[in-house]
């Protein structure tokens, strides 16, 4: 029903030589069968190498951010319309890196999802709450307003292709995982809200779960009924770990 999906996001690292043996180790180790859909998610300069490496595997590839203006002159910032020249299937918005350190806003990141979805690019929706947030009882609070402002400027038909990855702030990086449990609750709890909106969508978009997940974690996390794969930061950059996670679906 919900095909898996492993995502690596490689957030700040790489290089052409280190992505060429990252890549090429990830496509001859992919198991065989389409049980599962793959995709990394390289910085921006890296995104035709992924596409020239890429192209003639199964495996998908997207950016990390995308510009919340179609056009014109906006410095620095990469358009849509230039992630889909690329051939990005995915990109990552809101990852909570951009909204600690760019103060993006869950409007921005909404819009952000609609130009996206404006150049057939599905996008990969992050929502998570801090420490603090969690022990003051306020992660539904917190999540629910950073996907409703998605949910708000979306069509049904648009909802259904998004993508939404749970990433809990304490649990990036931190080698702390939320426990199987805990992100079930959280990634159920989503779900509820998508289907306020739209029940069709809300049984079709896939939630990922994000945070220090590894070869070990990663079989008890992905049976979680409402976890459908997962985002991965540090063990996508290691093909042995990422292939590990793959397997463990
Ligand atoms: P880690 O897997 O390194 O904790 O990163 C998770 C993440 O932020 C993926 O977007």
């Avoid at 947030?133 to 999540?143: C, D, H, I, L, Y």
């Avoid at 079989?219 to 996508?236: F, Q, R, S, V």
């Amino acid at each position: 029903m919900r095909r898996t999906l492993i995502a690596g996001n490689w957030k700040m690292n790489g290089s052409f030589s280190a992505n060429q043996t990252l890549l090429t180790g990830i496509i001859a180790g992919l198991p065989v069968g389409d049980a599962v859909e793959t995709l990394v998610c390289a910085p921006a300069p890296y995104l035709a190498q992924c596409a020239d490496v890429l192209e003639k595997s199964s495996v998908a590839w997207g950016a990390q951010d995308v510009s919340d203006h179609a056009k014109g002159a906006f410095t620095g910032e990469v358009s849509a319309a230039m992630l889909a020249d690329c051939r990005c299937k995915y990109v990552i918005v809101g990852h909570s890196e951009r909204r600690a350190y760019h103060a993006e806003s869950n409007e921005l990141v909404a819009q952000k999802a609609v130009l996206a979805l404006s150049e057939n690019i599905m996008p990969v929706v992050c929502v998570g709450e801090t420490l603090e947030q969690r022990e003051s009882g306020a992660t539904n609070e917190v999540v629910a307003a950073q996907l409703q402002a998605v949910i708000d400027v979306l069509t049904d038909g648009q909802l259904a292709r998004v993508v939404v990855a749970y990433e809990p702030v304490w649990a990036i990086g931190t080698g702390k995982t939320a426990t199987p449990q805990m992100a079930q609750d959280v990634h159920a709890f989503l779900r509820s809200q998508l289907a306020i909106k739209s029940v069709a969508a809300a049984n079709v978009v896939r939630i990922l779960y994000g945070g220090s997940m590894k070869p070990e974690n990663a079989k008890e996390l992905l049976a979680m009924e409402d976890i459908d794969g997962g985002l991965i930061g540090g063990a996508a950059l290691s093909p042995v770990d990422f292939l590990a996670i793959i397997s463990a679906c």
